[in-house]
């Protein structure tokens, strides 16, 4: 076979193989909006659902308040309001709809990952981290939830996707739209804000031009400055103070205080703000130092990684055979986050992956906290296994 007949052999094989997956993406989850008897709405999907309705009825943003707030940042309840606004909700909200768009949106997230995996490497590291996205059982049973999981991913894939091209070739236009994306994450969940310099840090060590550097770092900030502004100009007008992400961290990281949970049900009165929590904190290590260490690592890191966040009635036995596929993505995608810090094309993934787990040890400890960390460590398994297993030149 000549190399040119190899060639579109092997590009049909690549986008025959995408599109099958991409087919098995949507057909499962489109099975889980379609099939599974959801449960009325409660906590944080509740919280959105009042949250979003007052918004278009009285005009202002307030999360669990019958006044405006900056408890959490906009953009999740901003994507309902949009459709709701379009399907009306005079009869009810149209969660349908809402599960069907996250249905499409983590799709896309699935085809954003191969396009981050050939990036970092080849097709076929593409292709295993979209198939693994595709069938991962969270990542399609979150699309039924009133959640931002599924939002927020397929956003922060976007981010990632062009953050890695800008990194390569970097340009105005790739900058600043990197920058929109990450803004557009952040404003959904506000956790990854520090991240944002990451690649930028890694960029002045290998090109050693604090100028080059700079140049490109200020126009990422520029986008990112775009998407956030509106939310702080409306802080200040609104709320009479700057507030750059949400106001609520004082209270999951209070949460996330209480080693193995004991004494959260007796929380001190006096504690109200985000330096409050850390006094009690520091308190906490001066008298248990050992004690403590241990739950803000091994022990927030086994429960917030040693089980899969798939809280579904047992009576739906969709993928839960795939149960195990999270125990394997989570050993072979930490080994692929340090083994990145030697490989420059991944290092920044798994800086990123390393990060936001520290990020989340700070808090309140919950399975669902991984899931914004498992596109990460799917990349990162993709790699490893083509290392280890495959030619490496399709």
């Keep these: ?227 956030m502004m509106p939310w702080w100009i409306r802080n200040i007008v609104t709320l009479h103070k700057l507030i750059l992400l949400a106001s609520q961290t004082w209270n999951p990281m209070l949460g996330g205080a209480f080693p193995y949970f004991n004494g959260i049900d007796h929380v001190p009165q006096n504690i109200r703000s985000t330096m409050d929590v850390i006094k009690f904190i520091i308190k906490g290590f001066e008298k248990s130092p050992i004690y403590y260490f241990k739950w803000y690592t091994i022990g927030k890191f086994n429960i917030i990684f040693g089980s899969m966040w798939y809280d579904l009635d047992l009576k739906y036995q969709y993928l839960r055979n795939l149960y195990l596929l999270h125990s394997f993505l989570m050993a072979i995608g930490w080994l692929g986050a340090f083994y990145s810090l030697r490989k420059d094309e991944i290092r920044f993934i798994g800086i990123y992956a390393i990060i936001l787990t520290l990020i989340q040890l700070m808090f309140i400890p919950t399975n669902r906290y991984a899931f914004t960390i498992m596109p990460l460590l799917i990349l990162l398994s993709s790699y490893v296994i083509d290392n280890l297993l495959f030619d490496k030149n399709l």
């Design 1 to 227: 076979m000549d190399s040119k007949a190899k060639y579109v052999s092997k590009k049909f094989f690549v986008i025959a193989s995408l599109v099958i997956i991409i087919i098995v993406a949507l057909y499962l989850r489109l099975l889980f909006v379609y099939k599974v008897v959801q449960p009325p709405l409660s906590g944080d999907a509740k919280n959105y659902d009042i949250m979003v309705k007052q918004f278009l009825t009285k005009g202002f943003l307030g999360y669990m308040s019958n006044t405006p707030n900056a408890y959490i940042t906009p953009g999740y309840p901003l994507f309902l309001a949009l459709i709701y606004k379009i399907f009306g909700f005079s009869n009810g909200s149209p969660l349908q709809a809402v599960r069907i768009i996250q249905s499409i949106f983590s799709v896309l997230t699935v085809l954003f990952i191969y396009l981050i995996g050939r990036e970092i490497k080849n097709n076929k590291v593409g292709l295993i981290a979209a198939f693994f996205s595709a069938i991962y059982p969270t990542f399609v049973w979150a699309s039924t939830l009133i959640l931002t999981e599924t939002v927020y991913t397929f956003t922060f894939m976007v981010y990632l996707y062009l953050q890695i091209i800008a990194y390569k070739k970097p340009g105005i236009f790739i900058n600043v739209m990197t920058g929109v994306f990450f803004g557009l994450s952040i404003l959904i969940r506000p956790a990854a804000a520090p991240i944002i310099v990451i690649p930028y840090i890694l960029m002045y060590f290998k090109f050693k031009d604090i100028r080059y550097t700079l140049k490109n770092f200020l126009y990422v900030l520029l986008g990112f400055t775009a998407i």
